[in-house]
């Protein structure tokens, strides 16, 4: 092969080369601002205030590696009534977002029984009615949140027929 040849050809490999790197540029640049977008777009609709958790972010410095500890839920009623209770968090350092309370057949809850916030070791008062079995047999609650990483979570509570029955005004 001629000296010629070989230069024309390393010529034509260097620009095909060129182009490529251009196209791949191209295509890079693009790609960033598509994903620009989709992270603005992220952004805004977590910040909605349809988003039940907008504005609430775990703080980056104390951010856990390993997950906080999850709130010990209880439920006591209020000294002297039988329609006032309180949902208690007893775990300093827990994060529970967007709490809600529901009972069973045997108690209804009278009011939202909804808190936006009972992290760390918190109470959140509710009105209540025990059905008359509650005072034989219990009743329980299923509370739900959402933890530091805002992942859903639930967990049963029994309010023990020993405690409605200490209750009891008569």
């Known amino acids: 092969m001629a000296r010629a040849e070989m230069t024309a050809d390393m010529e034509q490999v260097a620009k095909t080369a060129a182009r490529a790197h251009e196209e791949s540029e191209r295509i890079l640049a693009a790609s960033i601002k598509d994903y620009s977008k989709i992270l603005a777009d992220a ?57 809600r309370i529901e009972g069973d057949q045997d108690i209804r809850i009278l009011d939202a029984g909804h808190w936006n916030d009972l992290s760390g070791e918190a109470v959140g008062p509710f009105r209540g009615s025990l059905a008359e079995k509650a005072y034989r047999m219990g009743a329980y609650f299923t509370v739900t949140w959402f933890d530091e990483n805002n992942q859903p979570k639930e967990k049963s509570v029994n309010l023990a027929r020993e405690v409605i029955s200490a209750h009891i005004p008569f």
């Open 43 to 99: 952004k805004q609709q977590q910040n909605s205030p349809e988003n039940p958790l907008s504005g609430w972010e775990p703080d980056p410095i104390f951010s856990p590696i390993v997950p906080l500890p999850e709130p010990r839920w209880s439920v006591r009623m209020v000294h002297e009534t039988t329609e006032r209770f309180e949902l208690v968090n007893a775990v300093p350092r827990s994060v529970a977002k967007e709490v």
